[in-house]
């Protein structure tokens, strides 16, 4: 089966502070991993993706994941925080299969950051 | 490219009309997903589409939900008869199947009111 858990609905941090938005994922295949960011009343967008490859991922705006097997993790991290990362953030997998992929949202994490 | 485009931006209908949501992917895309979002039930996957053909829409609510995609320019999703608990924002995607990841590129959505 595949599932995304997102473990903070929210999490508030200070202006200038660390960030660390936490997913498990669980699937039957060798999924793809991605972070997506949604603005307030508007789509979402790409943060960064994991394909196999290495397993440190850089994204835009200064976020990073570390994809760990072993803990069937992919957390989101930024060493400082801006006022404009303050979004909902979506842990996605996507398992290839015969026919497609099947990509499933988690259920998100909003970011506060506070001035 | 303009992106993936979706019509209408906003809908407001009442109970029991049909409502009809459009989705132009982007050219050269061979996948096409259909998501409804809510605050209970955040991203949900409603029916995924591969070179035109339904691959899975077991997250298609009931049957009074369809969707067809005639060509690899344009796909629908259809409510007949609408009802106060479909109100949701519907976003399309679309992405190009490959053996590595599957990125999706979002469209704006159509926020749908039914009163």
């Known amino acids: 089966a595949q599932s995304v858990t997102q473990l903070d609905s929210h999490v508030s941090v200070s202006e200038g502070t660390p960030v660390l938005l936490r997913c498990n994922y669980s699937?039957?295949?060798?999924?793809?991993l991605f972070w997506y960011v949604q603005h307030p009343n508007k789509g979402l967008q790409l943060l960064l993706k994991?394909?196999?490859?290495?397993?440190l991922v850089k994204g835009i705006n200064g976020f990073e994941a570390e994809f760990k097997k072993s803990e069937t993790s992919f957390h989101l991290t930024k060493p400082s925080a801006h006022m404009s990362d303050a979004a909902e953030y979506f842990c996605?997998?996507?398992?290839?299969?015969?026919?497609?992929?099947?990509?499933?949202f988690g259920a998100g994490t909003r970011l506060f950051v506070k001035a | 490219d303009a992106g993936v485009i979706q019509s209408p931006r906003h809908e407001v209908t009442e109970m029991g009309q049909e409502v009809t949501l459009r989705c132009k992917p982007i050219?050269?895309?061979?996948?096409l997903f259909w998501y409804r979002q809510t605050m209970m039930r955040g991203l949900e996957l409603l029916i995924y589409?591969?070179?035109?053909?339904?691959?899975?829409d077991s997250g298609m609510p009931e049957d009074r939900f369809s969707a067809k995609m005639p060509n690899a320019s344009f796909s629908t999703l259809k409510i007949q008869p609408s009802e106060p608990r479909d109100s949701a924002v519907y976003f399309c995607?679309?992405?190009?199947?490959?053996?590595?990841?599957?990125?999706?590129?979002f469209g704006a959505g159509s926020r749908l009111t039914v009163l």
């Open positions: 995607a679309s992405s190009l199947r490959d053996v590595g990841a599957n990125v999706l590129t």
């Open positions: 699937s039957s295949y060798s999924p793809s």
């Open positions: 994991y394909t196999s490859a290495a397993t």
């Open positions: 996605v997998v996507s398992d290839k299969r015969t026919g497609g992929f099947k990509t499933i």
């Open positions: 050219s050269g895309h061979n996948s």
């Open positions: 589409f591969n070179n035109n053909v339904p691959i899975d």
